[in-house]
């Protein structure tokens, strides 16, 4: 969506910004919000990121911004003490309120929208390019959720309920395959097949949660690799978006920054030959998260992100399928099979993943090993 310059210059006076705007423009890659760049007409003023919140997905737009402004509270109370670091180049996530005081403005066309200090000087990338940007993106996430693990997680709405339910999202397969309102089913066989000969093993994790073996903390839930920003020397600056934040298990985040980091190929590659497991890409992130990470996590917890990283793009494969199967309601398509070539290429990874399945697990604890030496 584009905004003319004068609905920017509305929006924008409500919230608690310096100065006049210069410009406004589109900005970044993201698929959830529409995100503006505000360009401050002062030099020695911040520029500002104003965000309009997809409220079709985020339902409870107050939830969620609540739950940004505690997290960040928390991470900035860290970062001034215990947790400072020596480069100092870590910033946190802040929201401006609005002169009245709100975390967030309603238009008059029902839109919600948010402000951010612009963090500049910053790039974070769609696809990581070496094991050293693979490290510090999983000592990011790690040190992350470290600077969390002290905080209470019931102060966090869940605003996104059953997000990485695995046994909601194979209720809703299963559903969805019964109805079968568009008669895909006899297109999926296979698909289907190898649903079932893993469920078992993919809720395994789900029942550690249920038998009160894994401790409920606050996580990302969204650990794409451009939502990280880095300096020009790849450091980590700061972890963005967090709409998603909330009480999850930690593998959660582990599970779903593996999947799209190891991949060799896109998402919705429709050649499956073209995907591979890039697995010094998953040594890489392993090391840097563990690092953080290992010496808070319990043994059980450590057990859990093994099966984090072949739940995720399984969960991901069923959430395509379901898609397919209801008649692509939910996620964009730019073609009719789209969502079914998605959950093709997201079982492939899987199997991928599962070939490698004694290295993972060894990278694992013998990484854990050194990070709690
Ligand atoms: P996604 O598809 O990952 O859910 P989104 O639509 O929720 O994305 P964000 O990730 O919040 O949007 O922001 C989009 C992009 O804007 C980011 O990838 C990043 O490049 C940039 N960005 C976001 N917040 C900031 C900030 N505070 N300072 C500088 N750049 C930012
Ligand atoms: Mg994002
Ligand atoms: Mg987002």
Redesign the pocket.
């Known amino acids: 969506a584009t905004f003319s310059i004068s609905k920017i210059q509305n929006i924008a006076k409500n919230f608690a910004i310096e100065g006049d705007i210069e410009s406004a423009k589109p ?7 529409d ?1 503006i760049f505000i360009k401050n007409a002062e030099t020695n003023s911040p520029d500002y ?1 104003l ?1 309009r919140i997809n409220h079709h997905i985020f339902r409870d737009v107050e939830g969620v911004v609540v739950n940004i402004a505690r997290v960040s509270a928390h991470l900035d109370h860290k970062l001034n003490g215990e947790f400072k670091t020596e480069n100092g180049v870590e910033r946190v ?1 802040t929201l401006i309120p609005t002169l009245k005081g709100s975390l967030f403005f309603k238009d008059e066309d029902g839109n919600f929208w948010r402000m ?4 500049e000087d ?1 790039v ?1 990338y769609d696809l990581v390019s070496s094991a050293k940007q693979a490290y510090e993106g999983g000592e990011a996430f790690g040190r992350f959720q470290r600077m969390l693990a002290d905080m209470d997680a019931t102060l966090l709405t869940e605003t996104l309920p059953n997000f990485h339910n695995i046994k909601f999202r194979l209720n809703n397969f299963y559903q969805a395959l019964a109805d079968d309102v568009k008669g895909r089913v006899k297109e999926i066989p296979e698909e289907i097949e190898l649903i079932k000969s893993y469920e078992e093993f993919m809720c395994s994790l789900y029942e550690m949660g249920q038998a009160g073996k894994l401790p409920t903390r606050i996580t990302h839930n ?1 650990t ?1 690799f ?2 990280i ?1 880095f300096d020009k020397n790849d450091r980590v600056i700061c972890i ?2 967090l ?1 998603t934040v909330m009480p999850g298990y930690v593998a959660y985040d582990f599970g779903d920054a593996i999947r799209s980091l190891v991949n060799t190929a896109e998402e919705d590659e429709a050649d499956i030959s073209k995907i591979n497991v890039n697995m010094s890409l998953f040594k890489a992130y392993t090391e840097g998260y563990l690092k953080e990470a290992g010496n808070f996590l319990t043994p059980e917890e450590v057990e859990s992100l093994y099966l984090a990283v072949f739940l995720f793009p399984y969960m991901q494969g069923i959430r395509f399928l379901t898609d397919y199967l209801q008649g692509d309601t939910y996620y964009k398509t730019a073609y009719p099979t789209h969502n079914l070539v998605r959950t093709r290429s997201q079982f492939q990874l899987f199997k991928k993943l599962w070939s490698h399945k004694s290295e993972i697990k060894s990278i694992i604890e013998a990484e854990q090993k050194v990070a709690s030496a």
């Not at 900005?27 to 919000?33: A, P, V």
């Not at 951010?116 to 963090?119: E, L, M, T, W």
Request: zero cysteines; hydrophobic letters at 30%.
């Open positions: 900005f970044g890659s993201g698929h959830i919000n995100t990121l965000q996530l951010y200090h612009f963090i910053s974070s969204d794409k451009n939502n920003l963005i978006d709409d």
